[in-house]
């Protein structure tokens, strides 16, 4: 399930650790003056922390820790430290400690300097401690201690009884932390509190993620490095244009440097979230199609104070940000960080904003260059559509009546098509056919002004949708829309399909999204009538992500029976029957998934239907074999059933392991293997700066896929006219080298195939229609009937991310 997060509100990432009362904003607004609004803490409180100082990205060399005293008086710090405790202890974590000493001033900041790391340019201001401490960049625990001893406690809990322990800040996904943990940590941002160091006892909302900005008890500092800062009446645009600070590659050439004095006119206004900051556009662009003429200022975690059609100079530090990460794979946005912005007027007319129809984007999506980088490669926006929406990174751009392929997410996000025309779906999406056409057209819209859209496939983003185009880690190239389309319906609804007659044997497959019993109600409802409706109660459900009994509550439990019982309850009152169900606990933590969730896959059945032959033997570490018997050995059974395949195997580490179970359908003998192969996380997205992509979690599912067939193979050796479905979420498509070695020598038929090539989708991410989900059987099985169920992927309101598929055998 690859995750979505908004621009606004990915957060960036930075390693350091700061108690301070910061006295000024990372950057400078010569015009407007800047007013905190937070109530005061009463005195000494960790103010800002950054453990990203000397890695990738970084301008700070070292990690660091701020104290921030609001009180009228000097707070001593004698016998005191500071302590860092990673983001995930276990009961043997240590907690490592810098003593610290002096005071802090009234009103003022004390710097404690942590470890180096081997990149960066700018050193810290003069610290007033100095320790050794590695923090994590992105998640990790610090806190201030009336004592020099290292802390003892390593949860939440404990933490918050220790009365040594004057403040706490947990940051990223920290499991001690204060209520819930501060976001917004990386690389090239700290976690701060604002200025007026306010302390709710809750992390994330005291703490913001920002430009790092380091003060000591001096008041040296605020900012990382000194800013230009020129004068009110400096009001001479510099040399520097937007185009020549971004250049005709994806990296600026002026990376790094200070510019000074950069004319434009604000365009359009980020307020919200850890990214806050403003584009602004050049009004004379020059006559080379490659350089953009729009950029973003990089304002941190404090409000821009200019406004659309302000006509401003600026003055930063060029920097490309990688969102998510440089080793994310991604490609980075050049910005303007720790700004200093002269307003000369305002209600100035903006920069046309650049239409994008079906003739903008070339057909061929990037360049190729073996997996290396195309960051050096100068932009040829005619070829490649990557190449044309980089040269306009940052600048306005605008659609007309788009056809959405990608329903809206709850982030405020969709996605539409800007080539009608290109592999559509009889339904109104793109479809995915190959890694060499991942569908150049389709492109990200998301609100920057909170407009909430709930659009589905086949729906129209009607009239015109306009703003600044960006990039993020998830989706890649977006409208951060100023002004929104409205959406007209495209009268799509979700199937049903046909219900099997009474000699046929419905097979179905569902990913039901890590069900649990914390889960609403109205979840297990949904899906329920999903079952009993939309798949019409199939007589065997293979299911994905069903969760233990307490969901992501990590403390041992690994059955699942509370959460069966619950969602076969909701199918009955939907007016389903009363299935029963198989399947094996996992051990704990071992078969992947959300943390402490313990996903499994499960065998649903219809005993008025279908029996299961039970055969004893099967645990979460026990292979199940085929074994024979009869006169010529010609019967075959399973050694136990349920049971697993090769768990054991290097194939299913920290992934889903398997279920094979042994059913009987009017006499005849059926055998089901459910499936739920490790997911894609990992591989280098479509939009990233290396083409093709590497994918590395192909390696993985290429192996889980050999153990199937093997298994498979060797079953069909003992009887070759056993009928076998193999189905489930195997996490890649039907073009891959995963389905090609399950499906070698014709062992096993993979369904979608046979649907017209169109329809060949069971998810869809990025805008593209794709399978993840499959259905395969065995030589025996003839003309077999099979349905992808379209209930979810395509719409808004969707109950699981996947739709459900099912086969009927005769």
């Not at 918050?160 to 501060?182: M, Y």
């Not at 018997?629 to 059974?637: E, L, M, N, R």
Request: proline share 7%.
């Amino acid at each position: 399930m690859p995750p979505s997060i908004p621009p606004a509100l990915r957060g960036r990432r930075g390693r350091f650790i700061a108690l301070a009362l910061p006295v000024g904003l990372a950057g400078s607004f010569v015009v407007l003056p800047f007013t905190a609004q937070a109530a005061p803490s009463p005195d000494a409180v960790i103010a800002e922390v950054y453990g990203g100082g000397g890695n990738s990205g970084a301008t700070l060399t070292s990690d660091f820790i701020e104290l921030g005293n609001s009180g009228d008086g000097p707070f001593d710090l004698t016998g005191w430290s500071v302590q860092y405790l990673s983001g995930a202890p276990t009961q043997s974590s240590k907690w490592q400690v810098t003593e610290i000493t002096g005071a802090i001033p009234a009103g003022g900041s004390y710097l404690v300097e942590e470890a180096k790391g081997t990149g960066g340019d700018t050193a810290l201001p003069t610290p007033d401690a100095t320790g050794a401490i590695a923090m994590s960049a992105s998640s990790g625990t610090i806190a201030l201690v009336h004592s020099t001893a290292p802390l003892t406690c390593v949860t939440a809990a404990d933490c918050a009884a220790d009365g040594s322990i004057k403040d706490l800040v947990g940051f990223g996904t920290a499991l001690v932390r204060e209520t819930s943990p501060a976001t917004g940590a990386g690389n090239t941002t700290s976690v701060a509190r604002n200025g007026a160091l306010a302390d709710t006892d809750n992390n994330s909302t005291d703490f913001v993620g920002g430009t790092p900005s380091p003060r000591n008890s001096g008041g040296t500092g605020g900012g990382g490095e000194p800013s230009p800062t020129p004068s009110p009446t400096d009001t001479t645009p510099g040399e520097l244009r937007i185009h020549d600070i971004q250049g005709a590659t994806r990296i600026s050439p002026q990376a790094g440097n200070t510019v000074t004095n950069v004319p434009g006119v604000v365009t359009a206004v980020r307020s919200t979230g850890s990214s806050r900051g403003f584009w602004f556009q050049d009004t004379t662009p020059d006559k080379d199609p490659a350089t953009s003429e729009g950029v973003f200022v990089f304002t941190g975690s404090a409000t821009p104070l200019v406004r659309v059609g302000d006509s401003v100079l600026v003055s930063a530090k060029v920097t490309e940000y990688y969102p998510g990460g440089a080793s994310a794979g991604g490609q980075s946005v050049t910005e303007l960080t720790g700004p200093t912005t002269t307003v000369l007027s305002s209600s100035n007319a903006v920069p046309a904003a650049e239409l994008i129809d079906s003739k903008t984007l070339a057909e061929s999506y990037a360049p190729k260059v073996q997996g290396l980088n195309i960051e050096p490669l100068t932009l040829k926006p005619a070829k490649f559509a990557m190449d044309w929406l980089e040269s306009r990174e940052g600048t306005l751009v605008r659609i007309g009546d788009s056809r959405v392929v990608g329903a809206s997410n709850s982030y405020g996000e969709t996605w539409i098509t800007t080539k009608p025309k290109q592999n559509p779906t009889p339904r109104g999406g793109t479809i995915y056919t190959s890694y060499n056409d991942v569908n150049s057209g389709r492109l990200l819209v998301a609100s920057l002004t909170g407009d909430s859209l709930a659009a589905n496939v086949g729906d129209t983003l009607a009239g015109l949708t306009a703003g600044p185009l960006d990039f993020a880690n998830y989706g890649g190239y977006n409208i951060q829309a100023t002004v929104m389309g409205k959406v007209t319906s495209g009268g799509l609804k979700p199937e049903v399909a046909k219900k099997a007659k009474s000699d046929e044997l419905s097979v179905a497959t569902y990913n039901v999204e890590n069900l649990d019993p914390t889960d609403p109600q109205a979840k297990f409802d949904r899906l329920a009538e999903g079952v009993v409706t939309n798949l019409a109660t199939p007589d065997i459900l293979s299911l994905e992500e069903i969760q233990d009994n307490n969901g992501a509550k990590d403390d041992g439990t690994v059955a699942a029976d509370q959460t069966l019982a619950q969602f076969i309850e909701a199918i009955k009152k939907a007016g389903g029957p009363t299935y029963d169900w198989r399947s094996v606990d996992p051990t704990d933590k071992a078969d992947g998934g959300e943390p402490g969730g313990n996903i499994r896959n499960v065998l649903l059945f219809n005993p008025k239907r279908v029996s299961f032959v039970d055969r004893p033997g099967g645990d979460a570490t026990t292979g199940v074999k085929v074994v024979t018997s009869g006169k010529h050995g010609k019967d075959i059974s399973l050694s136990a059933s349920p049971g697993r395949i090769n768990p054991t195997s290097d194939a299913w580490k920290s992934s889903r392991k398997p279920l094979v179970g042994e059913f009987t359908f009017r006499g005849e003998q059926v055998f089901v293997i459910g499936n739920h192969f490790n997911s894609k996380g990992g591989d280098q997205p479509v939009h990233g700066r290396f083409q093709p992509p590497t994918l590395s979690s192909e390696t993985q599912r290429l192996a889980q896929s050999k153990e199937v067939h093997n298994f498979v193979a060797g079953l069909l050796l003992k009887d070759m006219k056993a009928k076998v479905v193999v189905l489930g979420d195997m996490n890649d498509y039907q073009f891959s080298k995963p389905l090609t070695a399950l499906t070698k020598g014709k062992v096993l038929t993979d369904l979608i195939n046979t649907l017209p090539e169109n329809e060949r989708y069971s998810y869809v991410y990025d805008g593209n229609s794709q399978t993840l989900d499959h259905i395969l059987v065995s030589p025996a099985i003839k003309k077999p009937g099979y349905d992808v169920v379209h209930i979810n992927s395509e719409f808004s309101d969707q109950t699981s991310d996947h739709d459900p598929q099912v086969v009927t055998i005769r």
